[in-house]
């Protein structure tokens, strides 16, 4: 019994010790909530991670080629807050500003109901990082999404229209694949098996 | 947050130069993977490393994620592209682009990167549903499939083989499509099978034929990437075939060279990313490309050497009436023609007469008639819909043809005429299975009696089983089925209660005669409202099968999860009803995975030798697809061209082999300009044109159960001109009531949005089950391919 408890204790120091190293080593960035929210703002905007994100804003101009004039460059509001509904809201840099035809895959969202439910669901990034175990993740930690059409990672994650929550602690480095590897499932459709 | 989030910014500035050079190279997706590559042995390494600390119960992170990835075709459009699928515990979760296809290289569309969530729509069908006391009821599958073998056999008993009928798709699977006609002409014994793709690509199958006596491109998707002009033909190819604009963008950002030229009726995407657009009245596209051609021929600007070697003149009946009901139809026959002949009737469409019908410009016509004419430029001309569905359907594909064979720029890399598909496989199961009244496997023909002969042999059936006349294409088998004289139909994978033209006139004679409906679906959808027996069908890759796209490229995929309660392929259910029917010995095969490979396997003996052999299904498992002819393990990207079709021999050049007996030469016809059955007059004073949108897949019964594309695109509308808006006193939202002599509708209008039809048009898509369009479009059709005309009809505007 004594050893059972003494098990159990030891076993809960144990994990909460590794559960700081693990946060310590694989999220140099922000807060455990911030990276939360954001995975949960990020998929509000997608049907699964790694389909395309819908507009969440309506669109000015009619024309397909009016996105780029923002999304080339991004823009971050900050004083220009009153001309959009939202404070601090950013224009983000495409990761793949090669493709033009933007609404080939990004679509804005009219509020009305749904035409018939949906059963389909996906997985979230936030459950990722639950389980993600003591020790089976030796930092760094691996890249929790697919990297088609977002082969520069630094767009997202560095440029100034990348959320915060998801900047790394430790700046700049090059090669970030160096480091940071795709989950392995998704590796097999990604690697040509060299 | 926002302190932190101006910290983060500062950080970041200080990177901005190196950021911005960084932004703009574009990455070596090469390299990139070998880097992966190298990261991938660190992580093996990992565990090995921090191996005490494993829990050997709880799942790793790694295993959390694993999603298994397969390949499949796309479940949506013509263009084909191919899709990981993302399954984790027997369901799909993600879907990503497939890099491994030539036809995409990674891309989809937002449909495409939707498929996952068109299997999970709440009110799938899971049971067999039973008309009882006039009202559906769930019911036990085996009640259902002997329900309908017993009204189909006396049906048959009663009233002849020609009383019963089954109606299919471009999207049935090539297995869906020959156990349908393998059942209807070797077993049944009656011609009555025919597909939705007669309503949208009969006209190219017949232009095909008549030009080069043999269906489908010479070209492929490769000429995208080469060209250097592309000429859209009523093609609003942004929105329609997204994934093939992009290679167009794509090669237009790399080589500056490269021009687009839009032909069309209303200012689209298309037309924004366009260098020339040409806004046409409706049906003067026939004036358009015979003008084209005068310029080519009458400056002497045509390849003289190609027209006398590999082209023959022909002429046919003129006036030849419009398909109407109760209108008798002339014989339509064809004679030789000389080039003296046929220079002498392009005479009349001199530019400015053109300008005059058409409404455009004469420099315009010039201008591209002189890229077509230029021997340096090379140029691929694009159509879908807006040539196919058209009254001349037949001519105007004849018509465009004639300008790339008078240019001799016809099955060269980046040159050739290229007839685009709306459905996944209306060529691979429609097309090249033969899915219609007067098809049989690969090309043939019930007419023939070789064809017949080859047919009944191998099915090992009797003789004389397929008739040799062909019975009822779509229209008027749905007439009969209306007038009662169709008493039973299968009705598979398509929704005609939404896509028949002038749809009410069909849905009263069915509620009068009652024939006996069955429908293979997944949704509810209008036809569903109709059916006596609903069959709950197993859908995409909850089956295994095969579809075929525009650039004949065959595409398989397995099976990867499972479908709902009862749900099983189209094709189970013709094997299961032809068993109860007494043909049990035409389908051997006993499992799901057997009845895909075995059903491929024998259609594709009808294939081989006859120029469309396709590979063999073991082969097409570990291919992204592959081009037919695949001769000798190999496929066929430019078909007709020496050194690049296995079928041309040595010191031809090009040879069109589908026409042995016109010496292997292509046509060039004279067809003239003829209006169309309705125009706009006083009391209808504007044309009405219907088509598509990017998130809509055909009828949205799909696609509408997807949160992200029912709220981008979540109803049909109303586009107007401003200019007549104005008039009218419309603004945009504003309910417009539309009535043509056979409907009306209120619908929302669009002014000044994602497209902008030229004055005297307005454009309605056609997906939205609840905002009809075609309760008012025409059943008028092309004579020659059957192709009802859904662009163009005359209405009345009004505010609603
Ligand atoms: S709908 Fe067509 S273009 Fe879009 S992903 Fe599917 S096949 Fe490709």
Redesign the pocket.
């Known amino acids: 019994m004594l050893k059972l408890l003494k098990k159990i204790i030891f076993k809960t120091i144990f994990k909460t010790i590794l559960f700081f190293v693990v946060f310590l080593l694989s999220f140099h960035c922000g807060e455990k909530n911030e990276r939360a929210d954001f995975a949960s703002k990020r998929l509000k905007l997608r049907a699964y991670e790694g389909a395309p994100p819908v507009i969440p804003h309506t669109i000015l101009k009619s024309g397909t080629h009016y996105c780029l004039s923002c999304h080339t460059k991004g823009i971050v509001f900050e004083k220009d807050a009153e001309v959009w509904s939202k404070k601090n809201m950013v224009a983000k840099i495409t990761p793949h500003p090669e493709w033009v035809n933007c609404f080939q895959c990004h679509v804005p969202q009219q509020d009305t109901g749904l035409f018939h439910k949906n059963k389909f669901k996906t997985f979230h990034l936030a459950h990722v990082k639950k389980n993600i175990k003591s020790g089976e993740e030796p930092a760094p930690p691996p890249m929790p999404h697919q990297v088609e059409n977002r082969e520069k990672c630094i767009i997202c994650h560095l440029s100034k229209t990348a959320d915060p929550s998801i900047v790394p602690k430790h700046g700049m480095r090059d090669g970030c694949e160096m480091c940071h590897l795709p989950p392995e499932s998704l590796d097999i459709y990604l690697g040509d098996g060299e | 947050m926002k302190k932190e989030f101006k910290k983060d910014t500062e950080i970041n500035n200080s990177f901005a130069d190196k950021l911005d050079n960084l932004i703009q190279t574009k990455i070596d997706r090469k390299n990139f993977l070998k880097k992966i590559g190298t990261a991938y042995a660190v992580a093996l390494a990992g565990p090995l490393i921090f191996n005490s600390c494993k829990e050997s119960d709880e799942e790793t992170f790694l295993d959390k994620l694993s999603i298994k990835w397969e390949k499949a075709?796309?479940?949506?459009?013509?263009?084909?592209?191919s899709?990981m699928v993302g399954v984790r515990d027997g369901k799909i979760v993600a879907i990503a682009g497939d890099r491994k296809s030539s036809v995409?290289k990674g891309l989809?569309?937002?449909?495409?990167?939707h498929?996952g969530e068109i299997l999970y729509g709440e009110d799938r069908f899971h049971n067999a549903l039973i008309r009882k006391n006039g009202k559906l009821v769930e019911s036990p599958l085996e009640e259902a499939l002997t329900l309908v073998a017993s009204r189909f056999k006396e049906s048959i008993a009663a009233n002849g083989a020609d009383s019963v009928a089954i109606y299919g798709s471009g999207q049935w699977t090539i297995q869906d499509g020959y156990s349908a006609l393998k059942l209807m002409k070797g077993g049944i014994g009656t011609n009555n099978i025919e597909a939705n793709a007669r309503l949208c690509m009969a006209s190219a199958v017949t232009g095909f034929m008549t030009t080069f006596g043999k269906d489908e491109p010479m070209g492929c998707y490769d000429d995208l990437d080469i060209g250097d002009v592309f000429v859209f033909w009523g093609n609003n190819m942004a929105e329609t075939?997204?994934?093939?604009f992009s290679r167009i963008m794509e090669n237009k950002r790399i080589n500056p060279k490269v021009q687009l030229v839009d032909i069309t009726v209303r200012q689209t995407r298309t037309s924004d990313s366009s260098d020339m657009v040409l806004y046409f009245n409706p049906q003067s596209d026939l004036a358009i490309a015979n003008a084209i051609a005068r310029e080519i021929v009458y400056n002497n600007r045509y390849n003289h050497s190609f027209v006398e070697n590999h082209t023959f003149f022909k002429s046919g009946t003129t006036n030849i009436g419009f398909g109407l009901e109760g209108v008798a139809e002339p014989a339509i026959t064809d004679k030789k023609n000389s080039f003296e002949q046929y220079k002498k009737s392009l005479d009349m469409y001199t530019l400015e007469y053109v300008q005059k019908i058409s409404g455009v410009s004469a420099e315009k016509i010039q201008k591209l008639a002189s890229y077509y004419a230029d021997p340096n430029i090379k140029i691929v001309s694009l159509w879908c819909m807006g040539m196919n569905q058209h009254t001349r359907g037949t001519w105007i594909n004849n018509l465009v043809y004639n300008i790339h064979l008078l240019t001799g720029k016809i099955s060269q890399p980046g040159n050739g005429p290229f007839s685009l598909t709306g459905q996944?496989s209306a060529c691979g199961t429609v097309r090249e299975v033969g899915t219609l009244t007067h098809g049989l496997p690969a090309g043939r023909n019930v007419k023939n009696p070789e064809d017949r002969a080859f047919t009944e042999n191998l099915w090992g059936i009797k003789s004389g089983t397929i008739p040799a006349k062909p019975s009822a294409h779509t229209i008027a088998m749905f007439r009969k089925l209306k007038d009662g004289k169709i008493k039973a139909i299968m009705i598979q994978t398509t929704n005609p209660m939404v896509t028949l033209p002038d749809r009410d006139k069909f849905l009263k004679g069915i509620q009068k005669n009652k024939p006996f409906i069955v429908v293979c679906d997944v949704y509810p959808t209008p036809t569903t409202e109709i059916a006596d027996v609903v069959l709950p069908a197993a859908m995409w890759v909850e089956r295994a099968g095969c579809f075929g796209n525009s650039e004949r490229r065959t595409q398989q995929w397995n099976k990867m999860v499972e479908a709902p309660g009862d749900s099983h392929p189209d094709s189970w259910y013709n094997i299961e009803i032809g068993r109860r029917l007494g043909f049990g010995n035409l389908f051997p095969w006993k499992t799901e995975e057997e009845q895909a490979e075995g059903l491929y396997e024998e259609y594709r003996k009808f294939t081989i030798g006859v120029g469309k052999d396709i590979a063999p299904y073991k082969r097409l498992q570990k291919e992204r697809g592959m081009r037919w002819p695949v001769v000798n393990g190999k496929e066929t990207l430019w078909r007709y061209r020496e050194g690049s079709d296995p079928y041309v021999h040595k010191g031809e050049g090009f040879s069109f082999y589908g026409n042995k007996i016109l010496g292997n030469r292509a046509v060039i016809w004279e067809r003239p300009y003829e209006a169309p059955p309705e125009v706009p007059d006083s009391e209808y004073p504007f044309w009405l044109c219907t088509g598509r949108v990017i998130e809509h897949?055909h009828t949205g019964s799909m696609t509408r159960r997807v949160e992200q594309i029912h709220k981008a695109m979540p109803h049909a509308y109303v586009e107007l001109n401003k200019d007549d808006a104005k008039n009218l006193k419309i603004k945009n939202g504003d309910d417009v009531k539309l009535t043509s002599r056979r409907g009306s509708l209120v619908l929302p209008a669009m002014i000044d949005g994602r497209a902008k039809p030229k004055k005297g048009l307005v454009f309605v898509p056609f997906f939205d089950e609840s905002l009809l369009i075609n309760k008012l479009t025409l059943d008028a059709h092309c004579p020659i391919s059957k192709q009802p005309d859904y662009k163009k009809c005359s209405v009345k505007v009004e505010r609603g």
Request: one cysteine or more; charged letters at 10%; a positive charge.
């Open positions: 075709p796309c479940r949506f459009c013509g263009v084909g592209c899709a995409n989809l569309c937002i449909k495409g990167y498929l075939h997204p994934v093939l996944p897949w």
